[in-house]
């Protein structure tokens, strides 16, 4: 922020704009905040957006994009905008985002890669004392590692959280557990337990960060965890910095690799299997799609067949339609396959389908329609950052850092490490290649960290590892010490303020609410709409 000698003030963000500027304006001015309790003006004077709602409910995530809030009266300053106010009057420009194409690296580009990794980590440690937020998974251990590797283990504290869920469930994420135990004892580095407890939850701590969530648009299950976290980690060594991995799965592989594209007891079929749904929207496949040829590639086949039931549109008549295609069935879509019609989206009219499609897709995906196949990787990493970089699972690690006083840093975030990425080959575990995914990353961990790479053996991290009937969501919801206050808050459905008629089927919302205000056990997509609305009403608005 710089304020000029004819005092115009200028402002604008990072390449990634990792932080929020809320803009309200009026006829006697303008006003910029860094969240939105600090307007002058009622964020709701003007009613609710109806296509920021329908995205935040329908969009894991559970924020408004970039640009949005959910107020008609307050928008935020995006990827690559930035502001000026001179005498009262606001004047915001766009950069042009300008993609990249796909390289063929070299093996030695690995050394660029773990370059910028150990520069970034280097830069934003303390000799005096830094956390990782250890989940035991591929993007925590690395940073882990060089943390280590830079300041030594006595100056690292591993933090991992113990989820309790549900008397039935017991811990659920013990597999997690069991092998932070093993990665920081080979490390030497201590571990600190912080119990996520939904058993006997403290509903003052609920409403701590209550205020917090709601100045944000931050509605999450994630968000409530990264508290307790960022809480636990604050008590321990107040100050410090913390570093966490949440846009590595992401950058490396779209989001595919998880273990969770497909269940099945052999692991290696299951990271395969994220490779192919990472494949489906890749540079390969994206020029079958453009030539018309999408309907006789097997794997597309192959995930069609495994969701008989789900509907998918009909190809855009032309290229360029079909590249906006591609961005709106990744970024607009909760089905993560190209072409997945928004008519699956059973929370919404047909009608509201069709203005969140529009209105959003007109707002972000402006200029793919040039854009070669090779550059489509570099589009999907510049608008995560609008996306669900910034949504409730992952910009909470830096807003409850902020909250509690610590500083919060992610490796996988920074300009090297995106530069890198978004320029790097489907070859590179992207695709169908033998590659793995995260391939640079796990390369960087055996050759240039020595990680025993059998610690990641076994089960991935949670219950539905070895029981894919268990669901996060419905030990919470139905089965958790938070159940009761869920159902307080939804008794008189509150959501009817704010979500019209227009955009979201009510009465179909109404019916599953009532069913679980009755006791129904909620499955699918209702348990998924359920936690929708439940999560919206229990973070509030502003009215």
Same mark, same amino acid.
């Given at each position: 922020?710089?304020?000029?000698?004819?005092? =115009?003030?200028?402002?604008?963000?990072?390449?990634?704009?990792?932080?929020?500027?809320?803009? /309200?304006?009026?006829?006697?001015?303008?006003?910029?905040?860094?969240?939105?309790?600090?307007? %002058?003006?009622?964020?709701?004077?003007?009613?609710?957006?109806?296509?920021?709602?329908?995205?935040?409910?329908?969009?894991?995530?559970?924020? %408004?994009?970039?640009?949005?809030?959910?107020?008609?009266?307050?928008?935020?300053?995006?990827? @690559?905008?930035?502001?000026?106010?001179?005498?009262?009057?606001?004047?915001?420009?766009?950069?042009?985002?300008?993609?990249?194409?796909?390289?063929?690296?070299?093996?030695?580009?690995?050394?660029?890669?773990?370059?910028?990794?150990?520069?970034?980590?280097?830069?934003?440690?303390?000799?005096?004392?830094?956390?990782?937020?250890?989940?035991?998974?591929?993007?925590?251990?690395?940073?882990?590692? &060089?943390?280590?590797?830079?300041?030594?283990?006595?100056?690292?504290?591993?933090?991992? @959280?113990?989820?309790?869920?549900?008397?039935?469930?017991?811990?659920?994420?013990?597999?997690?557990? !069991?092998?932070?135990?093993?990665?920081?004892?080979?490390?030497?580095?201590?571990? +600190?337990?912080?119990?996520?407890?939904?058993?006997?939850?403290?509903?003052?701590?609920?409403?701590?960060?209550? !205020?917090?969530?709601?100045?944000?648009?931050?509605?999450?299950?994630?968000?409530?965890?990264?508290?307790?976290?960022?809480?636990?980690?604050?008590?321990?060594?107040?100050?410090?910095?913390?570093? &966490?991995?949440?846009?590595?799965?992401?950058?490396?592989?779209?989001?595919?690799?998880?273990?969770?594209?497909? #269940?099945? %007891?052999?692991?290696?079929?299951?990271?395969?299997?994220?490779?192919?749904?990472?494949?489906?929207?890749?540079?390969?496949?994206?020029?079958?799609?453009?030539?018309?040829?999408?309907?006789?590639?097997?794997?597309?086949?192959?995930?069609?067949?495994?969701?008989?039931? =789900?509907?998918?549109?009909?190809?855009?008549?032309?290229?360029?339609?079909?590249?906006?295609?591609?961005?709106?069935?990744? #970024?607009?879509?909760?089905?993560?396959?190209?072409?997945?019609?928004?008519?699956?989206?059973?929370?919404?009219?047909?009608?509201?389908?069709?203005?969140?499609?529009?209105?959003?897709?007109?707002?972000?995906?402006?200029?793919?329609?040039?854009?070669?196949?090779?550059?489509?990787?570099?589009?999907?990493? +510049?608008?995560?950052?609008?996306? +669900?970089?910034?949504?409730?699972?992952?910009?909470?690690?830096?807003?409850?850092?902020?909250? #509690?006083?610590?500083?919060?840093?992610?490796?996988?975030?920074?300009?090297?490490?995106?530069?890198?990425?978004? =320029?790097?080959?489907?070859?590179?575990?992207?695709?169908?290649?033998?590659?793995?995914?995260?391939? %640079?990353?796990?390369?960087?961990?055996?050759?240039?960290?020595?990680?025993?790479?059998?610690?990641?053996?076994?089960?991935?991290?949670?219950?539905?590892?070895?029981?894919?009937?268990?669901?996060?969501?419905?030990?919470?919801?139905?089965?958790?010490?938070?159940?009761?206050?869920?159902?307080?808050?939804?008794?008189?459905?509150?959501?009817? /303020?704010?979500?019209?008629?227009?955009?979201?089927?009510?009465?179909?919302?109404?019916?599953?609410?009532?069913?679980?205000?009755?006791?129904?056990?909620?499955?699918?997509? =209702?348990?998924?709409?359920?936690?929708?609305?439940?999560?919206?009403?229990?973070?509030?608005?502003?009215?």
């Amino acid at each position: 922020m710089s304020i000029g000698r004819e005092g =115009a003030l200028s402002l604008a963000g990072d390449s990634f704009f990792k932080r929020d500027v809320y803009v /309200q304006e009026a006829p006697d001015g303008v006003a910029l905040a860094s969240d939105l309790s600090l307007l %002058p003006d009622n964020p709701a004077r003007d009613g609710y957006d109806t296509a920021a709602l329908a995205h935040s409910m329908t969009y894991y995530g559970h924020r %408004p994009p970039k640009r949005h809030t959910i107020y008609r009266a307050v928008r935020r300053l995006g990827v @690559g905008e930035s502001a000026t106010v001179r005498s009262g009057k606001l004047e915001i420009r766009c950069a042009p985002f300008q993609p990249v194409m796909c390289e063929e690296y070299p093996d030695s580009a690995l050394d660029r890669y773990a370059g910028a990794f150990l520069d970034y980590i280097a830069a934003a440690g303390s000799p005096e004392g830094n956390f990782v937020l250890l989940s035991s998974g591929w993007d925590s251990s690395s940073i882990l590692a &060089a943390l280590v590797r830079v300041f030594g283990p006595e100056k690292i504290t591993a933090v991992i @959280g113990r989820m309790l869920y549900s008397e039935r469930s017991g811990n659920c994420n013990r597999f997690e557990i !069991e092998r932070a135990r093993a990665i920081a004892e080979f490390y030497g580095v201590k571990l +600190h337990m912080v119990d996520l407890d939904y058993v006997h939850p403290e509903p003052e701590w609920m409403h701590s960060v209550r !205020e917090t969530f709601r100045a944000h648009n931050i509605q999450s299950i994630t968000g409530l965890n990264h508290a307790r976290l960022l809480h636990g980690a604050a008590q321990v060594g107040p100050g410090l910095p913390v570093f &966490a991995g949440e846009t590595s799965d992401g950058a490396h592989n779209l989001g595919f690799s998880q273990y969770v594209t497909i #269940f099945h %007891p052999t692991q290696g079929f299951r990271e395969y299997s994220d490779k192919m749904a990472c494949y489906l929207f890749g540079p390969t496949f994206l020029r079958e799609l453009l030539a018309g040829r999408h309907e006789d590639d097997a794997v597309y086949r192959f995930f069609r067949d495994r969701n008989p039931d =789900a509907l998918f549109d009909d190809p855009a008549p032309d290229g360029p339609a079909r590249l906006r295609q591609m961005l709106v069935s990744f #970024f607009l879509r909760n089905g993560r396959m190209p072409l997945w019609s928004g008519r699956n989206v059973r929370m919404l009219t047909r009608n509201g389908v069709d203005i969140y499609t529009t209105r959003m897709a007109a707002e972000y995906f402006q200029g793919v329609e040039s854009t070669p196949a090779e550059a489509i990787y570099s589009w999907y990493l +510049h608008l995560y950052n609008s996306f +669900h970089w910034q949504g409730s699972t992952v910009s909470t690690v830096q807003k409850m850092a902020d909250l #509690f006083g610590m500083r919060s840093h992610n490796p996988y975030w920074a300009a090297g490490i995106q530069d890198f990425l978004r =320029a790097m080959p489907e070859s590179w575990g992207r695709g169908l290649d033998l590659n793995p995914t995260k391939y %640079p990353l796990k390369r960087m961990m055996r050759e240039k960290f020595g990680h025993p790479m059998d610690l990641h053996a076994g089960p991935h991290s949670y219950t539905y590892d070895v029981d894919p009937t268990f669901n996060h969501s419905l030990e919470i919801l139905h089965h958790s010490g938070l159940t009761g206050y869920a159902k307080k808050i939804l008794a008189r459905k509150p959501y009817h /303020q704010v979500l019209s008629r227009e955009m979201f089927d009510i009465p179909y919302l109404d019916g599953v609410v009532d069913k679980y205000l009755g006791g129904e056990e909620q499955r699918g997509t =209702a348990l998924n709409d359920l936690v929708s609305v439940f999560l919206l009403c229990q973070s509030g608005w502003y009215a």
